[in-house]
């Protein structure tokens, strides 16, 4: 009937005879606790949290020595309490990586007597969720605050006493070739229009005023 059981369990992710939180939230810098429960016939047994798969070249775990005694592997440990039958693991200066699915075992593979020694351990699947701490809440705000700053306005440089003499000798030079333009125009017009109408006028007053002499009579002009 064991037996039975045991090959039922196969078919579910996870064993009826260990319990524990399905789901756990951890804080990025802080610790993490995780209490995983088991059956009386597994007391003398060892325990073992790894992240799954749970192979041991890829994924090492942690695994108890003796009863009340704490093994420690990097940043996670564990310890196993049988007069409580529950084990606890704590992962220490908790990070963003150490998100995803865990497994909270216990090893009886070849330790059991008969067909069960074959058997897969029995475990207890547990999801770990990391929370962003204050820190890096505060480090992504001010990343935002820094992508929504407005652009800076481009200004102009500012004229320098340089530049103002530059376009005043400019604005001079052109005001010089305007006006000896305007005095040749004006000096064509001189020659060609008014000193011929000045001489015709003068011609006209003279013959006006020429002197006359008296012919028969009458007068006769010179």
């Known amino acids: 009937m064991r037996l039975l059981a045991a090959l039922l369990l196969l078919c579910v ?3 009826l005879s260990l319990s524990g939180p399905s789901t756990v939230t951890g804080t990025v810098g802080d610790s993490l606790s995780v209490e995983c429960r088991y059956e009386e016939e597994y007391r003398s047994f060892h325990k073992y949290w790894c992240k799954q798969p749970c192979f041991p ?8 020595s003796g009863s009340e005694v704490q093994v420690k592997s990097g940043r996670v440990s564990i310890t196993d309490h049988p007069e409580d039958l529950a084990f606890t693991v704590t992962l220490e200066s908790f990070t963003a990586d150490d998100a995803g699915k865990y497994r909270c075992g216990v090893a009886t593979i070849l330790k059991e007597e008969g067909l069960l020694g074959f058997l897969p351990d029995p475990f207890f699947q547990v999801q770990v969720i990391v929370s962003p701490g204050d820190r890096q809440l505060a480090g992504e705000s001010r990343g935002q605050d820094t992508v929504l700053h407005p652009p800076l306005l481009v200004t102009p440089p500012p004229v320098t006493a340089s530049s103002s003499s530059n376009s005043t000798q400019t604005s001079g030079s052109l ?3 305007q006006g000896s333009l305007l005095g040749s125009a004006h000096f064509l017009l001189l020659v060609f229009l008014k000193v011929p109408l000045l001489l015709g006028m003068l011609g006209a007053v003279l013959w006006v005023n020429r002197p006359q002499r008296a012919v028969c009579g009458g007068t006769e002009p010179v």
Not at 57 to 64: A, F, G
């Open 175 to 177: 005001s010089q070739q």
């Open 13 to 15: 992710p996870g064993s």
């Open 57 to 64: 070249l890829w994924q090492p775990s942690v695994q108890t």
